[in-house]
């Protein structure tokens, strides 16, 4: 399974990504820890990205695009992955396509975590606060001004990344600002929708002609059958009338 989370900072989108990389097994890529692991490693590449992180600014396309495409070819990414903080702009989403589809891979989905952006700077400083009471040290976007600074960067850049996916066909919202619980259960519920396809429609199927009705013929009459004795009766009156025809014949023969 190949996924995208969406959303501006403090959406939760680690919250969730972590969840689902136990409930799939798959590994979950986010640039931020990436770029910040190199930056704490003082490789090359971190060096590049430790000033442009300190500002809040975005790191340049081909800085991530290489970290990323280099990353997901390792073993531990061939069950699949969650890309959290990557594409940030569409010209980053064109190229993961591009990447993808040379490896001959494609994104399962991309998940939008909907937040009020109102209720942010809250939440952050909550995690600041949390974050310190545990004696840890603060990330460079914890501080209120660059949270302000990445947030207007999301808002100009990333958020065009929602139409983006939406005409793929990809794109599945989800109320960021409910309880973690209800979030997650929303995120499975929009995978599962998406993995289902539907199914073909099918025709109704044409009834039957109803069997035309036979029109009985008339049945053929019958002459009338006569009795022997209807039939006796009527020789005699043949001969009677054949007799008196004779002696009229007669008559008129002797007057002639």
Not at 96 to 115: F, N, S, Y
Not at 154 to 163: C, F, G, I, N, S
Not at 206 to 233: C, D, L, M
Request: hydrophobic letters at 40%; proline letters at 7%.
């Amino acid at each position: 399974m190949r996924l995208i989370l969406l959303g501006p900072p403090g959406a939760g989108k680690g919250t969730q990504a972590q969840r689902l990389v136990k409930k799939h097994g798959i590994v979950q890529l986010s640039t931020g820890d990436m770029l910040r692991a190199a930056v704490a490693a003082r490789t090359a590449v971190g060096e590049r990205a430790k000033d442009i992180m300190a500002r809040g600014d975005l790191c340049p396309d081909d800085l991530v695009v290489a970290i990323v495409a280099d990353r997901i070819t390792q073993p531990d990414a061939k069950r699949g992955f969650i890309l959290d903080g990557f594409p940030r702009t569409v010209p980053q989403a064109v190229a993961l396509d591009r990447m993808l589809t040379a490896k001959g891979l494609k994104l399962d989905g991309v998940i939008e975590l909907k937040v009020d952006g109102s209720i942010l700077q809250d939440r952050i400083a909550k995690r600041a606060a949390e974050t310190t009471a545990r004696g840890e040290a603060l990330r460079p976007d914890d501080n209120p001004d660059v949270l302000r600074t990445r947030i207007q960067a999301y808002r100009e850049q990333t958020a065009p990344l929602v139409d983006y996916y939406r005409w793929q066909g990809t794109l599945k919202s989800v109320d960021g600002m409910a309880a973690i619980p209800e979030v997650a259960r929303a995120i499975d519920q929009a995978l599962a929708g998406g993995a289902k396809k539907k199914a073909p429609r099918k025709q109704a199927a044409a009834k039957p002609a109803a069997p035309k009705r036979k029109v009985a013929k008339p049945a053929a009459r019958k002459p009338p059958v006569r009795s022997p004795r209807a039939s006796a009766a009527r020789k005699p009156a043949r001969k009677a009338v054949t007799g008196s025809k004779s002696a009229l014949h007669k008559r008129k023969s002797s007057r002639g």
